[in-house]
């Protein structure tokens, strides 16, 4: 059983346009790692250095040469990884036998997909992201004894202000976003010190709002994803972003790799992409797939800080 041409034009472009605005509320990878499309499955990375932030000599007499603004540097190489998964509609509980399940039922088929497809690309962005190594000397912090945000004697304020100032004086901008870990959040969501800076001002509980009002960030988002320790069905759950805090600058709005950044997910150019539904005699189901070329990468600003052992409480 195949879908005739009119379904193929109606349930592909839908689906596909579905995949690409999917949202997972728990996903946080792309604030530190923003989509952006490439047209090649393989390349070099747009790095950037200071030259990013020159003042540039842009008058200029009649008959003389003009200044020459180059946007980034070729770096390390990228390429593309090719993640599909499929999803199958039963026909004991699609509607109609004999068709194509409408387009509700395709989009709760794709959803499935997406979410495991999304959760693969947070353990690879969390995995960059709080990794030491991704960062210079100096952008770096393993807390320790009274400096652990869960302990009432820290001051997280004073930390980020400092490490916020380290991040200006060696990538010439200011980090913009934090995602932190769901441990650090609860570290500081119940810490002394910033619960007495708002206990005049609302009796709400800390929100990551009021963080970043606090941080002096556009953002401040908690990465709340978990995934499975091990195969075993039975296995618990590990933290996705363990117990680490990312301070970066990182546009939410950015046009294209042009732009310095943190870190960018580089994503073939149409993807993820619906594949076209087909009828799966040996299942007596409705198959549904989903195609996803993507890399995260770092640009090599130095726009970050991590922030390790934020938090001893369990």
Not at 269 to 277: A, I, T, Y
């Amino acid at each position: 059983m195949t879908l005739n041409p009119a379904q193929a034009r109606i349930i592909d472009p839908v689906l596909s346009n579905h995949a690409q605005g999917y949202k997972h509320v728990d996903r946080v990878g792309s604030i530190l790692f923003p989509t952006v499309e490439v047209n090649a499955r393989g390349g070099t990375i747009i790095e950037f250095g200071r030259e990013s932030f020159r003042k540039y000599n842009a008058r200029r007499a009649p008959g003389a040469d003009t200044e020459m603004i180059q946007i980034g540097h070729e770096g390390k190489p990228f390429h593309l990884v090719q993640d599909a998964l499929n999803s199958s509609v039963p026909r004991e509980i699609a509607s109609d036998t004999q068709a194509v399940p409408g387009i509700d039922m395709g989009m709760r088929a794709i959803n499935t997909v997406m979410n495991a497809l999304t959760l693969a690309l947070e353990c690879e962005q969390a995995e960059i992201a709080i990794n030491p190594d991704s960062y210079i000397a100096n952008h770096k912090t393993t807390l320790a004894g009274t400096e652990v945000w869960s302990d009432p004697l820290s001051n997280p304020q004073e930390v980020v202000e400092n490490a916020k100032e380290v991040v200006r004086l060696t990538a010439g901008v200011d980090p913009n976003v934090m995602v932190i870990s769901k441990l650090g959040f609860r570290a500081l969501k119940y810490h002394p010190k910033i619960v007495e800076r708002f206990k005049y001002t609302t009796a709400d509980s800390i929100t990551t709002t009021m963080l970043a009002n606090l941080f002096d960030l556009e953002l401040v988002s908690v990465g709340k994803s978990v995934v499975l320790s091990s195969p075993d069905e039975d296995a618990g759950f590990d933290d996705v972003w363990g117990n680490a805090a990312i301070l970066a600058y990182s546009p939410q709005n950015s046009k294209g790799y042009e732009e310095p950044s943190f870190g960018y997910t580089y994503t073939l150019n149409g993807h993820p992409f619906s594949e076209k539904p087909y009828w799966d005699g040996n299942k007596k189901s409705w198959i549904y797939g989903v195609t996803y070329e993507r890399q995260p990468v770092l640009t090599g600003i130095s726009s970050g800080f991590l922030f390790s052992n934020v938090s001893n409480q369990p």
